[in-house]
């Protein structure tokens, strides 16, 4: 049982340049989240989704698209990256009801845009 | 809209002795989640402990416990026979009931010494 996985772990891309991260998830959830975390801000969430084919914006989604094509994947996009997208980005998921029990974060992505 | 505002950037603790961590949030909701998150230097994020709003005893996880002060808007966190293991950035998240999204603090960062 892996929980979530987030893969690439690191990247470092260029200004302009397009990518995308992906987050697995193998516990069945519904819901799956996209954070970003930066120093001295906490983590805010980016997008979300409550099922397949749904998602929606939260916090802070400027500059960012979001698709969850299968109940286990979770994608993030950033079609043109900027400097002020440099952070570690978490994914994670949980169950329909989310109480808060069963929510598992992925071991993040470190994110650097030059 | 949801704040989480947690006031000590930084504190440190000696070994075996006791810390308490300060939170506070504000909200309109009366049908909420707390949490406590530890993020070791490995950036995995751990659930600590977890306060239900409608339930005035206050949560304990071992040497972890919180006290939940609703009508102030104040969830603290004390950590009794403090490890080194404990050193980490310590977040205080808020989860309205029934949305799955959480509303982090900006972090408390704690070194236990020896």
């Known amino acids: 049982n892996a929980g979530v996985t987030q893969t690439p772990k690191f990247r470092v891309l260029k200004t302009g340049q397009s990518m995308t991260l992906l987050c697995a998830q193998d516990?069945?959830?519904?819901?799956m989240y996209w954070y970003r975390q930066d120093p001295g801000m906490g983590l805010r969430l980016i997008h979300y989704s409550v099922g397949e084919g749904t998602t929606a914006k939260g916090e802070v989604p400027d500059g960012y698209n979001v698709s969850r094509l299968k109940k286990q994947n979770f994608l993030l996009g950033l079609e043109s990256a900027a400097p002020s997208q440099t952070s570690v980005y978490f994914c994670?998921?949980?169950?329909?009801?989310?109480?808060?029990?069963?929510?598992?974060f992925g071991s993040g992505t470190r994110l650097t845009v030059v | 809209a949801q704040t989480v505002t947690q006031s000590q950037p930084e504190m440190s603790v000696q070994e075996a002795e006791t810390v308490t961590l300060s939170c506070t949030y504000d909200t309109s909701e009366n049908n909420y989640y707390l949490f406590w998150y530890k993020q070791p230097p490995s950036r995995q994020m751990i659930l600590v402990i977890r306060q239900e709003a409608y339930k005035q005893q206050n949560a304990t996880e071992n040497r972890f416990s919180v006290n939940f002060q609703k009508a102030a808007k104040s969830f603290s966190l004390k950590i009794s026979d403090s490890q080194l293991g404990d050193t980490a950035m310590y977040f205080c998240a808020f989860m309205k009931h029934n949305t799955g999204k959480l509303i982090f603090g900006q972090g408390t960062t704690l070194q236990v010494k020896p």
């Open positions: 516990m069945n959830h519904e819901y």
């Open positions: 994670a998921s949980t169950f329909t009801d989310p109480g808060g029990y069963g929510y598992t």
